[in-house]
């Protein structure tokens, strides 16, 4: 599609085929609802807001910290050989005892 402007410039506004991604799969949605997610803060009902919002977007594999110890404890039994397998961490600015550098 070509948008003319009210400056006479065509803009074209579709990207280019090689930068177009496939749409997703019944697989793709499975395969990220599938992901493992720990939910890290100290206000605990910022944390139980954060939870039910993944939860009620259809993600299942989400654990809970309260301190910067519990999160470092969840990475280390997420660990399978040398790789982890916790897919996502949402640390809480609230969480003054870790950071987001201290948790890599």
Do not use: W, Y
Not at 30 to 39: C, E, F, H, R, S
Not at 83 to 90: A, G, K, N, T, Y
């Amino acid at each position: 599609m070509t948008v003319v402007s009210n400056f006479g410039l065509e803009l074209e506004t579709e990207l280019p085929k090689n930068l177009q991604a496939a749409p997703f799969t019944g697989s793709d949605i499975a395969t990220l609802l599938d992901a493992k997610i720990v939910v890290a803060g100290a206000r605990v009902h910022d944390i139980a807001f954060m939870r039910m919002m993944l939860e009620i977007s259809g993600f299942t594999h989400i654990t809970v910290a309260h301190s910067g110890k519990a999160v470092l404890k969840s990475l280390r039994e997420g660990i399978q050989g040398d790789v982890c397998d916790i897919d996502l961490v949402v640390l809480d600015s609230s969480l003054v005892d870790i950071t987001a550098r201290e948790g890599l």
